[in-house]
């Protein structure tokens, strides 16, 4: 019924820019809440960044403050997060997450995406 599809993923080095998009595909929902997290090789998945849509609230990793930034397309459901100032330390691989609500019925679900490999050369 809703499903995220990550891109913008790739191969970058030291000090470049990336920026991942998320396409939210279904019909009948709103998004209330957008995030994005990451995934290093035998590490737990951690929160990257987030924004609330009512508020604009927005919410970021002390370790990405100042260089990423989380936004959405109102119009097309769309979920992005550019990345400037890469570092070694962001490979990994990244997941798009939202919260919709359903217009008929007012329940909220929460998706997550596949994931896109993001690596940074030295």
């Known amino acids: 019924q809703v499903q995220l599809v990550e891109s913008g993923g790739g191969l970058v080095q030291a000090g470049g820019s990336l920026r991942l998009s998320c396409v939210v595909s279904?019909?009948?929902?709103?998004?209330?809440?957008q995030a994005w997290s990451r995934q290093a090789p035998g590490k737990q998945r951690e929160l990257v960044a987030s924004?609330?849509?009512?508020?604009?609230?927005?919410y970021y990793a002390d370790f990405v403050k100042g260089r990423f930034t989380i936004s959405r397309d109102n119009a097309e459901n769309k979920v992005y997060l550019q990345m400037n100032g890469l570092e070694p330390e962001d490979t990994a691989v990244y997941y798009c997450?939202?919260?919709?609500?359903?217009?008929?019925?007012?329940?909220?679900?929460?998706?997550w995406g596949q994931g896109t490999q993001v690596t940074v050369s030295s």
């Open positions: 997450y939202v919260q919709v609500r359903f217009q008929a019925s007012g329940v909220r679900e929460s998706y």
């Open positions: 279904g019909s009948g929902f709103s998004i209330d809440f």
């Open positions: 924004l609330t849509t009512a508020n604009g609230a927005v």
